[in-house]
């Protein structure tokens, strides 16, 4: 049975940073693509940043230069380095796992208020 957790979310002022964890279980870590996806109140879910099984990166405009996704293939862990947060950045943040069949774990909640 495949499982995501995510962790690292919680209340951040402008301007600070925060690091998003997602830990993967049941599933050949090192075969699947990764991603963070973010639904904020009233929007739809939008990608934030993937990984591929080689390392490839790529980002939505909004977040880059400020964001950076990286895994260990090692320790099954896909991460979200999230620098200079702004408040458009609040939102529910998602870890999304992809090796032919999609998988999502239930989110973490980053808020980005003074």
């Known amino acids: 049975q495949v499982q995501l957790v995510e962790s690292g979310g919680g209340l951040v002022q402008p301007g600070g940073s925060l690091r998003l964890s997602c830990a993967a279980s049941?599933?050949?870590?090192?075969?699947?693509?990764m991603g963070w996806y973010r639904q904020a109140p009233g929007k739809e879910r939008e990608l934030v940043a993937r990984i591929t099984t080689d390392g490839t990166t790529n980002y939505a405009d909004s977040v880059k230069g400020r964001f950076t996704i990286s895994r260990d293939n090692g320790k099954n862990t896909v991460s979200l380095q999230m620098n200079s947060l702004k408040p458009e950045d609040t939102a529910v943040y998602y870890c999304r796992l992809f090796d032919g069949t999609i998988y999502w774990g239930k989110g973490t909640l980053v808020t980005v208020s003074s």
């Open positions: 049941g599933i050949m870590f090192r075969i699947a693509a």
